[in-house]
């Protein structure tokens, strides 16, 4: 058979969009690296560059682009951390805001310092140069001009606060999923290719995870390799005592309706998950639900729709 090579109808906007990318793939890895530097996570960094102000969490939720659940987790975790308190809003003493203590005002300086310092694209450009790329960037905001909206977009994306990991619906109960003091390690690689550790807060639905987590650090792997569990989606415990002898039921009757499988897998899969423990309990109420094979082999490919 011929080999059939697509060409574009624009060369010059090939080159564009290839060194656009290149660029989105740089600012990524800065970000990540500086973040790992300092002790956080990536959702964790964005939170604390968003705090030069007292905010409340469905603000930070808008800024971030996540479900209110998913920003209490990372509140959560900044907070055990000592670098964030909750305090009532003035303006309504049934709300919380969010504010930096003094540790993490002294982190947040520190790490734009970081992210501004060796950023690529901006520390390589002189004055002129500067100024040409916020007018683009500006006018991009504006409305005008497809490529500056494009670069823009690359940006946005590289600095995309929790778009990346959305929490799926079924967690946005009012609830607290569990925090983790902020990991030594937060991205971690293994020998793998495209391995990394997460906190199970920043989990997505398809995520593969091999071994099957004991904490909730857990490594998410290539799903085209051998894997013991697969994240499906998140449930919310009910207020009360802790469940005790009760808990394994209540995480079967509460994933289970909600782990959308494969009609094909269906028959295959059974569920494990990472529940508090009695001394979280009732601060921390979320089950994370697992899918795993029913004969406890490892799986290949993906089983969530």
């Given amino acids: 058979m011929a080999e059939i090579l697509i ?8 080159e564009i969009v290839e060194r656009l990318f290149a660029a989105d793939a740089a600012l990524r890895a800065h970000f990540e690296q500086v973040t790992a ?11 604390v560059i968003q705090l030069q102000e007292p905010q409340r969490m469905g603000t930070m939720a808008g800024h971030l682009h996540c479900e209110p659940s998913h920003v209490t987790a990372i509140a959560d975790s900044l907070e055990a951390g000592g670098l964030l308190r909750r305090e009532p809003d003035p303006d309504d003493r049934r709300a919380k805001r969010l504010v930096l203590t003094e540790a993490g005002q002294e982190l947040r300086g520190r790490l734009l310092k970081l992210l501004f310092e060796g950023a690529p694209i901006i520390s390589v ?59 030594q390690t937060p ?9 990394q550790r997460f906190h199970a807060t920043e989990l997505r639905p398809g995520d593969c995870i091999e071994p099957l987590p004991q904490t909730y ?14 994240f499906a989606t998140t449930y919310v415990l009910p207020e009360g005592p802790y469940p005790g002898a009760d808990m394994t039921r209540l995480m079967e009757n509460g994933c289970l309706p909600r782990m959308r499988i494969k ?39 993906r089983v969530v729709e």
């Avoid at 683009?136 to 940006?155: T, V």
């Avoid at 494990?272 to 799986?299: F, I, N, Q, S």
Wanted: proline share 10%; glycine share 6%.
């Fill in 217 to 230: 650090m857990v490594t998410v792997v290539p799903c085209h390799v051998p894997h013991s569990a697969e």
């Fill in 37 to 47: 530097a300092v002790g956080l996570t990536v959702p964790q960094a964005h939170t």
């Fill in 125 to 183: 450009l002189d004055a002129e140069q500067r100024a040409g790329l916020l007018a683009m960037l500006r006018m991009a905001q504006s409305g005008d001009g497809h490529q500056a909206l494009l670069f823009a977009c690359c940006l946005a994306i590289s600095l995309a606060g929790c778009a990346a990991n959305p929490v799926p619906a079924e967690s946005s109960e009012s609830a607290q999923p569990e925090p983790a003091a902020l990991p």
């Fill in 263 to 301: 009609k094909s897998k269906r028959d295959e899969i059974d569920t494990a998950e990472l529940a508090p423990l009695p001394e979280e309990w009732p601060r921390y109420r979320t089950v994370y639900c697992l899918a795993v094979r029913m004969d406890g082999a490892k799986a290949t490919g």
């Fill in 7 to 14: 060409e574009w109808p624009d060369p010059e906007g090939q």
């Fill in 187 to 195: 991205l971690q690689q293994s020998t793998i290719p495209g391995t």
